[in-house]
């Protein structure tokens, strides 16, 4: 099994700056996805943005494409969110996500999710 915990959410103003943390620990083998997912309000959970590991590929949603940034942190086996110039329509529930492949199946890994807040 695999835990993931996320840090570092909270309430910021608009054009403000955070930072979300993803440590993961357990039966780490193969990581194929390492990745942020966020769910507002009333609406689906969305990609935030991603890495293929095996690639060094990264991928964003448009809507936070030359904001936000994704970063793989080896120590911690996890993933970082750096995030800037936030908007109101940011706020979301984010979740840290974790995908191995291992023999050739895949196994999925959430963590429990932090809120984010951008308002004045």
């Known amino acids: 099994q695999v835990q993931l915990v996320e840090s570092g959410g909270g309430l910021v103003q608009p054009g403000g700056s955070l930072r979300l943390s993803c440590a993961a620990s357990?039966?780490?083998?193969?990581?194929?996805?390492l990745g942020w997912y966020r769910q507002a309000p009333g609406k689906e959970r969305e990609l935030v943005a991603r890495?293929?590991?095996?690639?060094?590929?990264?991928n964003y949603a448009d809507s936070v494409k030359g904001r936000f940034t994704i970063s793989r942190e080896v120590v911690k086996n996890g993933v970082s969110l750096q995030m800037n110039n936030l908007k109101p329509e940011d706020t979301a529930v984010y979740s840290c996500?974790?995908?191995?492949?291992?023999?050739?199946?895949?196994?999925?890994?959430w963590g429990q999710g932090i809120q984010v807040t951008v308002s004045s």
């Open positions: 996500y974790l995908r191995q492949v291992i023999a050739g199946d895949s196994y999925e890994s």
């Open positions: 357990g039966r780490l083998v193969r990581i194929a996805v």
């Open positions: 890495i293929l590991v095996p690639a060094r590929e990264t």
